[in-house]
């Protein structure tokens, strides 16, 4: 079992910048972050494994920013450039399975963080 408590989100203008952080209960070779907005399905937003190879989703390339430390257990996500569409509720995610990109299930998820970005 793997327990992943979020941190950071909040409400910020357009143009803006928040931080996400993710503190896991152990190191798990797949890390990400997903996002669902309110009426629609839940959406990969970011994948990185414990080498630190990264994947984005098109939606927030050259935006976002993701991370981990692994000696604290922790996952990270910068959100630079915020736009009205990017809110949503945020969960970060962990997944055993050596194959880490944007279509992994995860196997254990956080309770989420509500990112609003106003216009």
């Known amino acids: 079992q793997v327990q992943l408590v979020e941190s950071g989100g909040g409400s910020v203008q357009a143009g803006g910048s928040l931080a996400l952080s993710c503190e896991a209960s152990?190191?798990?070779?797949?890390m990400g972050w997903f996002r669902q907005a309110p009426g629609k399905e839940r959406e990969v937003v970011s994948v990185?494994?414990?080498?630190?190879?990264?994947r984005y989703a098109d939606s927030v390339k050259g935006r976002f920013t993701i991370s981990r430390d692994i000696p604290k257990n922790s996952l990270y996500l910068q959100m630079n450039s915020l736009k009205p569409e990017d809110t949503a509720i945020y969960y970060c995610?962990?997944?055993?399975?050596?194959?880490?990109?944007?279509?992994?299930?995860?196997?254990?998820w956080g309770q989420g963080t509500q990112v609003t970005v106003s216009s």
């Open positions: 152990r190191n798990v070779y797949c």
């Open positions: 990185i494994t414990s080498g630190a190879s990264t």
């Open positions: 995610a962990a997944s055993s399975n050596y194959y880490c990109n944007l279509d992994t299930r995860p196997d254990y």
